[in-house]
């Protein structure tokens, strides 16, 4: 799955496993998600979309000077039938108008664009400016690269025009909508279905497992989770691991020096409590969270490779956190 633009764009709920990234934190959960039968999950899924693409449409609009990436964002989550297994098609397809390759609105973030255009959970995607979305062979095996084709298409539009002109089918009906997207960090958004606590970045998105995501108590914990690996982009981390060491592409972080990686994950931490601070979050709680992080899971206790002890990512945000309140009691810009 490639990043997009399209901010939030489309969440692989099947396709993609979640595994520890590149660039992220790994520990095994106590716990995962668990629900009964395919409607449940599909909808407990959803849930854990809707929450994260609200929270990282903030991140990434209220931090665009901050960014190297520069796109425009219209504020949705998107998926399709045919990225799914059969059963859970059959689930998701019964009661509505979502089949093939059609992008089909998984949620809206509150006050966003898709939001402001009158678009709802449901909506299907039939056009897109002049240009008709493929509805694709349909009934075959879990794919992508049918969704993958209509979301270029909505990629290259939504940076090309203002008002975009959408017809969606809804209730059986069709209906023609103007969307107007607004400039935002050009990177997405991606939930991983696992049962590890990870979260990655790869320079162009951000992914995160739905265990972790049930992990973060509220949304500012889920903030401080993904404004952790939106730094990592932002600071451009993988192109500088890269070039540091050429053989990470084979031995992945094993092949970076320890104290390079620790010293990237420190200003991802604090990069990344400035990116949700300025956001609007509550960033105060950091430090308190990655202590919570750590008694619950005995691994980041203690220091993996190339990353610090959760205690002592909690004693460097605490110094982040005063920075940052010094910062607003002088009436300063919040910058890192």
């Known amino acids: 799955m490639r990043a997009s633009p399209v901010i939030a764009g489309l969440v692989g709920l099947v396709l993609v496993q979640g595994c520890a990234g590149n660039d992220g934190l790994s520990v095994a959960a106590p716990q995962a998600v668990a629900e009964d039968g395919p409607a449940a999950r599909a909808a407990a899924l959803a849930r854990l979309d809707a929450r994260v693409g609200a929270v990282f449409f903030r991140l990434v609009t209220a931090n665009l000077d901050l960014c190297p990436d520069k796109g425009r964002s219209a504020g949705w989550t ?42 709802v959970p449901g909506d299907v995607i039939l056009k897109v400016g002049d240009q008709t979305m493929a509805v694709g062979t349909e009934g075959r095996p879990a794919r992508y690269e049918g969704v993958a084709a209509n979301l270029a298409i909505l990629d290259a539009t ?29 990177y997405s958004v991606h ?7 990870s979260a990655r970045a790869d320079g162009r998105g951000v992914f995160i497992s739905t265990a972790l995501v049930a992990f973060a108590a509220s949304d500012d914990d889920l903030a401080l989770i993904l404004g952790h690996e939106l730094a990592h982009n932002v600071l451009e981390h993988r192109e500088k691991f890269d070039r540091e060491a050429p053989a990470r592409s084979v031995f992945g972080n094993l092949a970076v020096a320890p104290a390079s990686l620790e010293a990237g994950e420190r200003d991802a931490d604090r990069t990344g409590l400035y990116l949700m601070a300025r956001a609007g979050f509550a960033f105060e709680g950091a430090p308190a969270f990655w ?33 940052i309140q010094a910062l607003r009691a002088e009436g300063r810009p919040i910058l890192p």
């Not at 202590?291 to 980041?300: H, I, L, P, S, T």
């Open 158 to 186: 939504l940076v090309s025009q203002d008002p975009v002109r959408l017809t969606v089918r809804r209730d059986g009906g069709d209906l023609d909508l103007d969307l107007r997207p607004v400039a935002a960090c050009a």
């Open 291 to 323: 202590r919570a992080f750590g008694a619950a899971n005995w691994r980041v206790r203690w220091a993996q490779w190339g990353h610090p002890t959760a205690e002592r990512r909690a004693q460097l945000l605490e110094g982040a956190v005063t920075e």
């Open 78 to 119: 998107l998926h399709a039938a045919n990225q799914y297994s059969p059963q859970l098609r059959d689930v998701l397809t019964v009661d509505g108008d979502m089949r093939g390759d059609l992008p089909t609105v998984l949620a809206v973030a509150p006050d966003g664009p898709a939001a402001m255009a009158g678009l």
């Open 191 to 197: 939930v991983e279905p696992s049962t590890a606590l």
